[in-house]
């Protein structure tokens, strides 16, 4: 069909009207998805031959070092899990319970909402075992976690700069308590790209339960400076996974093919004339929302799961649970996609620490031991890492029968892509207060994140307003290869 006579021009723009009413468009304009770097801006079409558009390659040529992973898996206890109750035993506390804390030791010190009160230590709420081959310790709330002992390392002496929620996620996620600065997703996603054509290289889930439930803002996995394209896509745990994916009633998949094809020529037209880079990202958002209309339906259908796997997982799949989210997450994986976040907002105990941290454990238990250990079987673990952790810790000092935040020195754990299972690094002084040993700061566990996937965080940079920027900011950051084995 001829562009060049008024009624071509007229039914196409008829057509793109079309397009917005339809809903389309949003899905496109939100994804911004991942191809259009790869598409010469000058020449691009939505139709073009599947050969013409690989798997979208991000901006470094090759990794600067043979990568360990290929994918991360970021496992969020959103809330600040209580290190005290789960990964950091601490006969000190047991022994000094109800006694006041020594002042030497908090004076000075940031404490969001205990400050000018009187501080009493308070033991921890859970008995600790020994587990696996490893005899690596750790609370008795996990019945199915501790399966994994011998898989794990944690890290006992992360400490952060934050102190409350919103900012510490922030902090954990860009590197900075800086609104607008690109998540760690978007990092990896614009240095590497993805093995996938037909979805998002960064995808983020979330539940909830267990405890008080902070609001999880969607700039955790924004792209901030970097290209939109980069950021993180939001998919939904229950209804439809990602809104406005299905066809208008009406409308057959033959007939939006057209319109999208449609638009493309429009935009090709327009791009002809002003070579703008940002149209050609346009371009794959439409061609990528279109190719979800079929990969989203057949990724969220999990009839083809056998009944063994779905019962390791411990969900009625598509239900909203943790759980239900780790099954996702593994298939997600499997078809490429770079960067998995699962947060679970139910860890904020300032109250109630003890059935608190049973019952939120309860409901991330089974669904996190099942990812780790269907990656296994499945010859995934060995390249992927898996990361379980929250923004923060909780103080050793009671809030009533809770815990307040506290930044100085908590848990995580890692599995996954050479990490030294059945290990523990670092340690926090006798009452959990301080980290004192092989300290790990978020920058660090950036600057090591970065190094598994074959990225040398200091030369890993972006420029934006005549600065040269990169996840690990100006400050000093370290990979920790004794991590590794």
Excluded at 45 to 74: E, M, Q, T, W, Y
Excluded at 94 to 105: R, V, W, Y
Aim: aromatic letters at 8%; charged letters at 20%; one cysteine or more.
């Amino acid at each position: 069909m001829s562009l060049n006579t008024p009624e071509s021009a007229e039914r196409l723009l008829a057509r793109r009207t079309f397009l917005r009413q339809t809903g389309i468009g949003a899905i496109a304009l939100s994804t911004m998805l991942r191809q259009s770097a790869n598409l010469h801006a000058a020449n691009v079409s939505a139709n073009a031959p599947a050969d013409a558009i690989s798997s979208f390659r991000g901006v470094l040529p090759a990794p600067h070092h043979p990568p360990r992973i290929k994918r991360v898996i970021h496992l969020c206890m959103a809330g600040g899990p209580s290190h005290l109750e789960t990964f950091d035993e601490k006969p000190t506390l047991a022994k000094l319970d109800g006694q006041p804390m020594p002042e030497s030791i908090t004076k000075g010190q940031p404490i969001a909402q205990l400050q000018g009160k009187a501080l009493k230590v308070m033991g921890g709420q859970h008995e600790f075992k020994s587990y696996g081959k490893s005899g690596l310790r750790m609370s008795s709330v996990f019945e199915h976690i501790s399966g994994l002992a011998d898989e794990m390392c944690v890290i006992n002496s992360l400490h952060t700069e934050q102190i409350n929620h919103d900012p510490a996620h922030t902090f954990f996620n860009t590197g900075t308590a800086i609104s607008g600065r690109p998540s760690m997703g978007s990092w990896v996603l614009y240095g590497l790209g993805c093995e996938t054509q037909d979805l998002p290289g960064f995808i983020v889930l979330t539940s909830e339960g267990g405890g008080q439930s902070q609001p999880i803002s969607s700039r955790q996995w924004h792209s901030g400076f970097l290209p939109s394209r980069y950021q993180g896509v939001q998919m939904y745990s229950t209804g439809n996974p990602v809104h406005y994916v299905g066809n208008p009633e009406g409308v057959s998949r033959e007939q939006q093919r057209d319109v999208v094809d449609a638009v493309a020529r429009i935009n090709s037209l327009r791009n002809t004339e002003l070579r703008d880079p940002e149209i050609a990202t346009r371009l794959a958002g439409y061609e990528m929302a279109f190719r979800m209309q079929a990969s989203v339906p057949e990724l969220t259908d999990m009839s083809d799961e056998p009944k063994h796997i779905v019962d390791m997982y411990g969900c009625t799949p598509g239900d909203g649970s943790f759980g239900s989210n780790c099954l996702l997450a593994r298939r997600l994986a499997e078809r490429g996609v770079r960067f998995i976040q699962l947060y679970h907002r139910g860890w904020d105990h300032h109250g109630g620490v003890k059935a608190g941290v049973a019952n939120t454990a309860k409901l991330v238990d089974q669904g996190t031991a099942a990812l780790v250990n269907d990656l296994k079987q499945r010859g995934m673990l060995q390249d992927t890492l898996i990361v379980w952790g929250g923004e923060f810790g909780r103080t050793p000092m009671a809030q009533g029968s809770g815990r307040d935040h506290h930044i100085k020195g908590f848990s995580m754990w890692m599995a996954g892509g050479g990490v030294k299972g059945g290990t523990n690094y670092g340690a926090t002084d006798e009452f959990g207060y301080n980290a004192v040993e092989n300290r790990v700061h978020v920058r660090d566990f950036h600057a090591t994140m970065l190094h598994m996937l074959g990225i040398d965080h200091e030369r890993f940079t972006y420029k934006f307003q005549g600065l040269d920027f990169r996840l690990t900011g100006v400050e000093p950051a370290r990979v920790i290869n004794d991590l590794f084995g």
